[in-house]
């Protein structure tokens, strides 16, 4: 039984944490340059990158995605700027190393508190900050696709939604000894602009089919007065109308009432005595 345990323990011990299983090596601290224009180009370029391709990964998954970036940097196989191997093949509709440079994602805003965590995590890794557990891996894809050329490189790591990678025979930092340029200008895009989201997808619609935003050209309309004569406005009470009667009708109900005629006995005066004589005839005086 102890030989047993002892044989498990070694082997054991003969393979590394599923975290950092593969990782062989670890990147040496970035250096960027001491100009803040020319820091302040590569901080841009790379928190894009941050942002546009793990905007909805972990700090982790974010810090990764950095020193993916700048492992490129320091390998001889691509542009020894920030800015230069995050905009690689980004002037042609296919073939981009970082889809969002080429697919139109940059023609909206970005969510203002997505985009500072995702410069302040850029930042960090520009100052020498690295994420050892990604290694000296130069590529990654996410767990959805399966490219072609995955089985030609060596797995690193799988990190939230994306799994890294290291190029063959590049398993240790002598294999990245190219120098970072000092300034790479002509690469540098246009500073991104925080804006909410509802105006993203406002600008999002107005994207052309080559993913250029077209301003919609808005002509004045001129307003004409049309005039319009005033007429008298009547009212009527509330309740249900009353039908008017016939004229004929109307004008017997309004005709004036005769007096009722009264009868009585006559009087005279005959010879200073008053005489009063019969009845049932209009009386008179």
Do not use: K
């Amino acid at each position: 039984m102890r030989v047993t345990f002892r044989i498990a323990a070694a082997l054991l011990a003969a393979f590394p944490p599923a975290a950092q299983a593969f990782v062989s090596d670890s990147a040496e601290p970035f250096v960027a340059s001491r100009d803040s224009a020319a820091f302040e180009r590569s901080l841009q370029c790379l928190a894009e990158a941050v942002y546009y391709e793990a905007r909805n990964q972990s700090d982790d998954g974010q810090r990764a995605v950095a020193q993916v970036v700048l492992n490129r940097v320091r390998h001889p196989a691509y542009p020894n700027s920030v800015c230069g191997v995050v905009y690689q093949g980004s002037s042609r509709v296919t073939g981009c190393q970082f889809t969002f440079t080429c697919d139109g994602s940059l023609g909206g805003g970005v969510e203002p508190y997505a985009w500072e965590r995702a410069r302040g995590i850029a930042a960090s890794a520009l100052r020498g900050n690295v994420y050892r557990p990604v290694g000296l891996a130069t590529n990654y894809h996410t767990t959805a696709i399966s490219p072609y050329w995955a089985p030609s490189l060596v797995p690193q790591i799988t990190l939230g939604d994306h799994i890294f990678y290291r190029r063959p025979g590049s398993g240790t930092a002598q294999a990245f000894s190219q120098a970072p340029a000092a300034d790479d200008p002509d690469w540098a895009p246009a500073p991104r602009q925080a804006v909410s989201r509802y105006d993203s997808r406002r600008a999002a619609g107005r994207r052309s089919a080559s993913n250029e935003i077209r301003e919609i050209p808005v002509h004045e309309i001129p307003v004409y007065e049309i005039p319009v004569p005033e007429r008298p406005v009547r009212y009527r009470t509330s309740g249900p109308r009353r039908a008017s009667a016939p004229a004929t009708a109307s004008a017997d109900r309004q005709a004036p009432r005769t007096a009722a005629v009264r009868y009585g006995p006559r009087t005279t005066i005959e010879g200073g005595v008053r005489v009063s004589r019969g009845g049932g005839s209009p009386a008179t005086n």
